[in-house]
């Protein structure tokens, strides 16, 4: 059980394009999902907690223009780099919680290039 | 603030046993999470303690002492699919997050090598 699955595994795109991610919670409800960064043998950084019909919450750091969140149902998050550059180039990974549970369920992460 | 501890890379035998400690300083606790991540990919969940003591998992253990902000994943009869990084992470309910649970801070990571 608890599987989340995160859509798509690579994207290699234009600077300035905008990409979106899709993380999707299979067999559970997931009222909070979270959104991480990691950079080459560094750890996990959160960059926001989202709850299903209400506004994500953005660590400090962390521009919510650039990134904008989408938590539309108890299943479904997006993130959308918006406008990307090449900072931008890293693996991002949603986690999911049931409601049920304790941990955090991550998905398969996505590696983002922009060229 | 807050702080969580473990070793950056420990090297072991295939066969062996290693022990992955973890020591934290967070402003409250509620619980104690282990995952494995393989390189270039996402983490997956091992174990977690809420309570003092050892928790079992097949060849897997992790052992909590809160008294002491302290834990340790203990890998068995290790094999070379187990080179991996091994992330500690607490739950923090006192840090502000969307989360009622509490918001979880994760370690740097502690790269454990098998070799034959």
């Known amino acids: ?115 | 603030g807050q702080n969580i501890d473990q070793p950056t890379e420990m090297t072991a035998t295939e066969g062996a046993i290693v022990q992955i400690n973890c020591t934290y300083q967070t402003s409250g606790f509620n619980g104690l999470f282990w995952y494995q991540q393989h390189a270039g990919e996402a983490p997956t969940f091992l174990s977690y303690n809420v309570l003092d003591g050892l928790e079992e998992k097949g060849r897997f253990s992790s052992f909590l002492s809160r008294s002491k902000g302290y834990s340790y994943l203990l890998l068995k009869e290790l094999q070379m699919k187990d080179s991996a990084s091994y992330l500690c992470a607490v739950r923090d309910p006192l840090v502000m997050t969307t989360d009622s649970w509490g918001k979880f801070q994760f370690g740097a990571g502690t790269q454990v090598v098998v070799t034959p």
């Open chain 1, 1 to 115: 059980g608890a599987v989340v699955s995160q859509h798509p595994s690579w994207v290699i795109c234009k600077s300035g394009t905008s990409v979106k991610i899709e993380c999707r919670s299979l067999d559970f409800q997931a009222t909070t999902m979270f959104w991480y960064r990691q950079f080459p043998k560094q750890s996990l950084m959160l960059m926001a907690t989202s709850n299903e019909g209400s506004k994500a919450t953005y660590e400090q750091g962390v521009e919510k223009d650039k990134f904008l969140i989408n938590h539309a149902s108890l299943t479904l998050s997006t993130l959308t780099v918006t406008s990307a550059h090449p900072e931008d180039s890293s693996f991002y990974i949603c986690s999911a919680r049931d409601i049920r549970d304790q941990p955090q369920h991550f998905g398969d992460g996505t590696r983002l290039s922009i060229l």
